[in-house]
């Protein structure tokens, strides 16, 4: 049917502003770059925040946009550029998922995370570290040490006075220097 045919244009002429700076970026100006980074990134950092917990955010916003700067000498402007870029941050989130979930998590007995889940060797040596403990003393160096109880309510877990909580920490802490060595 006539009329309904759309000629396909490379580099067609943009719509919007944004697509101009992406197109002048993509063309080698830095101040376009720049232009388009800060008009652009609470839109992306919008929607990558409503699929990743809040402390992935930057990190993947950051990647989004390094993604970009590889992709920018092939965009061509036919598609607006905020669809563009919503896509790149889209597949970065999912890329991300996909990288962590074909990772094993460190956990914990209490399920809880390690505080450095990417040093999977140095929480397997504090493990060990502190399996080597007098079961009393590992208890109460975790209590008050690791889990950041105060003496008082560790004393209290454990049903002992402050003093023989104290006491073994102290004995746990000289335990670990000697087993560290």
Avoid: K
Avoid at 2 to 24: I, S
Avoid at 133 to 152: D, S, W
């Amino acid at each position: 049917m006539p009329g309904l045919a759309r000629e396909v244009v490379p580099d067609a002429v943009p719509d919007t502003d944004l697509d101009r700076l992406a197109l002048a970026a993509r063309d080698g100006s830095p101040s376009a770059l720049d232009d388009l980074v800060r008009r652009t990134r609470g839109d992306v950092g919008r929607y990558i925040a409503r699929r990743v917990p809040p402390d992935r955010v930057e990190e993947l916003t950051q990647e989004t946009y390094l993604r970009m700067l590889r992709a920018l000498p092939r965009y061509s402007g036919r598609a607006p550029v905020l669809a563009w870029l919503r896509a790149i941050a889209r597949n970065t989130v999912a890329d991300r998922y996909r990288h962590d979930s074909a990772r094993p998590r460190c956990v914990d007995s209490a399920g809880r995370e390690p505080a450095s889940p990417g040093r999977f060797e140095e929480y397997l040596a504090l493990l060990a570290l502190l399996d080597g403990l007098a079961p009393e003393r590992r208890r109460a160096f975790v209590l008050t040490q690791l889990a950041g109880l105060p003496y008082a309510e560790a004393a209290s877990r454990l049903g002992v006075p402050v003093g023989t909580v104290r006491s073994r920490v102290a004995r746990a802490r000289r335990d670990l220097l000697r087993d560290m060595r």
